[in-house]
Nanobody
Framework: QVQLVESGGGLVQAGGSLRLSCAAS????????IGWFRQAPGKEREFVGT???????DYTNSVKGRFTIARDNAKNTVYLQMNSLKSEDTAVYYC????????????????WGQGTQVTVSS
């Protein structure tokens, strides 16, 4: 069982940066793949990026080169560094956990946080 709590959201101007954190409970955190997803008003939840237990990452095309995911297993925390933010990045951001292996599909992730709001003003 893994419990996830996101933090770090807020209001930022276009072109600015934010770093989201996903803090996890559980002794086996280091073995989990962690994904970031987002859901904008009126839209379906979508994949943003993911990081495996070994640090391998994968991103959706729209954030490549702007967003970076990193993990600190000693702190049971995964970070989403977001740079060059755009108004279209406005959404509630969720982190989620699954077992071994990278994935992009929402249904592959078993545990979810409550989400944190990111608003980018233009």
């Amino acid at each position: 069982q893994v419990q996830l709590v996101e933090s770090g959201g807020g209001l930022v101007q276009a072109g600015g940066s934010l770093r989201l954190s996903c803090a996890a409970s559980g002794r086996t955190f280091s073995t989990y793949t962690i994904g970031w997803f987002r859901q904008a008003p009126g839209k379906e939840r979508e994949f943003v990026g993911t990081i495996s237990w070994s640090g391998s990452t994968d991103y959706t095309n729209s954030v490549k080169g702007r967003f970076t995911i990193a993990r600190d297993n000693a702190k049971n925390t995964v970070y989403l560094q977001m740079n060059s933010l755009k108004s279209e990045d406005t959404a509630v951001y969720y982190c989620a956990a699954k077992g071994y292996g990278l994935a992009q599909e929402i249904t592959n992730f078993n545990y979810w946080g409550q989400g944190t709001q990111v608003t980018v003003s233009s």
